[in-house]
């Protein structure tokens, strides 16, 4: 079977790739942008990948027409510059209009739970696509589901992060909210389980696990197991506007998502009753059960996609191979070369960088930087790394976004994603005669971006020096 998959680079999108190709259908990927996509791991002569923008309607004759189903995965939520209602519309409309002059007979989409009439913005944005993409050329299947719990998943990382990081959480009343939170690997049984099964086709299901908690309870039981006494304190006075800011400062969210999930996170996303479980015959998973398997993912390196890795940046969203070239003119930069002795060990170390690694040497510095950022509203230096060792193209890495990654060129571009007067660039490659070079670039704009660059420059002549010795050493 001819398979399109949308959002393939996102968080669900690589969790189902896999699974479709085992079942051996022949999957179409789109994606924005191609560099961010490695075709090359899955080693599948199934596998096509295009790149469309769904904001582009003329980009979207690039879908083929023998198609047979589609996965509409995509969403605006994390977006941080436009109306993310506007640019979900937009690209269903798109969507919709190209899929009918295609051979598609079902089109699956993964929306929320709206059980309310009062919904937040992202669930009325998630409605709204949901009524543009029915139509009578094809069949809409739509799959609701509430909080997804996961290695990597936003609503997994939350929860981590207030629960690892407070002893003590002075809580906003939502957290009394009730939801039914559902296992990734469920998602992922449940969106490739109805692929062309006729009884599934116009209409929708909510899917969630078999508990129906509270937010507080769903804190409280990840504490316990992890081995953790934490206190939930709800304090009814928490604004929205204060709950935000809340979770951006504890939790590695940007202050627009986590507007978001707060208004989110105030209504109850609670399943009706339906018989997909039966007709598809799947056990679903309980919290706590979805917790450990989350941890055995993230204990054997194997987190398969993370949330941070969703292009939020907006100069990022005209695609990675804008910056892949680093400019030259009006910029400053600040060159280091040192001769490395074990090459090999050197990538190694450039490959690992960031995350709990750190940034070898100064730590304490790049975390005041990263605090800094979170004050005037940057990414910060929580988002880590998704995977300990293994780094591609697209991939948060702190913040910054790896624009570029070849261990075999032995090069790594990086593209600052924190709040600054211009630009930034931080490039490591290791040269035929084996001398590590490393380049961090400014172009700055305008005469705050000077400023800015001079006012660093004594901290870039210490860390920019203590990093490339400790690349190059051989311990």
Known sequence: MKILLTGATGYIGKRLLPVLLGSGHEVVCCVRDTNRFNAGRFRSEKLGVIEVDFLIEEELSRIPGDIEAAFYLIHSMATISGSFEEMEATSAENFKKRLEQTQVRQVIYLSGIVNEKELSKHLSSRKNVEDILTSRK???????????????????????????????????????????????????????????????????????????????????????????????????????????????????????????????????????????????????????????????????????????????????????????????????????????????????????????????????????????????????????????????????????????ADKKERRMLLYAEMKLPGEAWLEFKIEPDNVLQQTATFRPKGIWGRIYWFAMRPFHGLIFNGMIRNIAAEI
């Open 138 to 404: 094809y069949a809409l299947t739509t799959l609701r589901a509430g909080i997804i719990v996961g290695s990597g998943s936003a609503s997994f990382e939350i929860i981590r992060d207030l629960v690892e990081k407070l002893p003590v959480m002075v809580a906003p009343r939502w957290l009394g909210t009730k939801c039914q939170p559902i296992a990734i690997r469920n998602v992922v049984e449940f969106l490739s389980g109805v692929l062309l099964k006729q009884v599934t086709y116009n209409r929708s299901f909510d899917i969630g696990g078999p508990e129906i908690l509270s937010y507080k309870d769903m804190l409280l039981r990840f504490a316990r197991i992890r081995g953790l006494s934490r206190y939930v304190v709800i304090v009814p006075v928490m604004t929205p506007r204060l709950s935000s800011y809340w979770l951006y400062f504890v939790t590695s969210v940007s202050y627009s998502l986590a507007t978001h999930l707060v208004n989110s996170m105030k209504v109850e996303v609670v399943c009706k009753d339906n018989e997909l479980e039966k007709i598809l015959g799947i056990s679903t998973i309980g919290y706590d059960k979805a917790i450990e398997l989350a941890f055995d993912r993230i204990e054997q390196h194997q987190v398969l996609s993370s949330w941070k890795d969703a292009l939020t940046n907006r100069n990022l969203r005209t695609g990675l191979s804008h910056f892949i070239e680093v400019p030259v003119y009006g910029c400053y930069k600040d060159t280091r070369k040192r001769k490395v002795n074990d090459a090999g060990m050197s990538v190694e170390k450039i490959w690992a960088i960031g995350g709990e690694n750190g940034w070898y040497y100064a730590d304490l510095l790049w975390n005041i930087r990263g605090f800094m950022d979170r004050l005037i509203g940057g990414v910060g230096i929580r988002r880590g790394r998704t995977s300990p060792g293994e780094i591609s193209a697209g991939d948060a890495l702190d913040f910054w976004r790896v624009i570029y």
